[in-house]
T-cell receptor, first 113, second 109 residues
Framework: KAGVTQTPRYLIKTRGQQVTLSCSPI?????VSWYQQTPGQGLQFLFE???????NKGNFPGRFSGRQFSNSRSEMNVSTLELGDSALYLC????????????FGPGTRLTVT | KNEVEQSPQNLTAQEGEFITINCSYS?????LHWLQQHPGGGIVSLFM???GKKKHGRLIATINIQEKHSSLHITASHPRDSAVYIC???????????FGSGTQLTVLP
């Protein structure tokens, strides 16, 4: 099976702009979780989607949003970018059933200038 | 106080040494995950455990639910084991992971 893919891999944006990141899970996986990784805060949970519904949300402002499509692909959007949003954004998929074993994608490196 | 504490933060070992990384947590959990992150960012899930011990090759993970403590052991360490090892706990009330700050392991030849 193909692994989790994320696009784009690298992105440079300007403060105030918005950005959309995409994640395609492993075939058959219905759960997609998003994480932010920064040198200062480490890895932090953003949200989880299962069958097109947001099932859990971390402690991030409303500028961070996401959605999941019927084919389980997921997007996350960050509006009104701030310098502090510069980070590695990782998504991970799981079957979403009894096990929460996560399979991570390579990440999108976002730089906000 | 962080919910998940890892130690040590940095660890340098000689090839062949036995390595232990520790993780303590303060919340009720349904499972604990050990992850490996190589330079460039890719994360691999090594173990997911809720009790006892698991072994995969040279890697062993243990958890003591009563003590709220887990350890990751690497036997016969090798330079290719150099990476950041991250402990993460799965909250018993919500399907989300809370992460430790990671342990940077460097194995010298």
């Amino acid at each position: 099976k193909a692994g989790v893919t994320q696009t784009p891999r690298y992105l440079i944006k300007t403060r105030g702009q918005q950005v959309t990141l995409s994640c395609s899970p492993i075939s058959g996986h219905r759960s997609v979780s998003w994480y932010q990784q920064t040198p200062g805060q480490g890895l932090q949970f953003l949200f989880e989607y299962f069958s097109e519904t947001q099932r859990n949300k971390g402690n991030f402002p409303g500028r961070f949003s996401g959605r999941q499509f019927s084919n389980s692909r997921s997007e996350m959007n960050v509006s009104t970018l701030e310098l502090g949003d510069s980070a590695l954004y990782l998504c991970a998929s799981s079957s979403g059933q009894a096990t929460y074993e996560q399979y991570f994608g390579p990440g999108t490196r976002l730089t906000v200038t | 106080k962080n919910e998940v504490e890892q130690s040590p933060q940095n660890l340098t070992a000689q090839e062949g040494e036995f390595i232990t990384i520790n993780c303590s947590y303060s919340v009720g959990i349904s499972a604990l995950h050990w992850l490996q992150q190589h330079p460039g960012g890719g994360i691999v899930s090594l173990f997911m455990l809720s009790s006892g011990k698991k072994k995969h090759g040279r890697l062993i993970a243990t958890i003591n639910i009563q003590e709220k403590h887990s350890s990751l052991h690497i036997t016969a360490s090798h330079p290719r084991d150099s990476a950041v090892y991250i402990c993460a706990v799965e909250d018993s009330s919500a399907r989300q992971l809370t992460f430790g700050s990671g342990t940077q392991l460097t194995v010298l030849p």
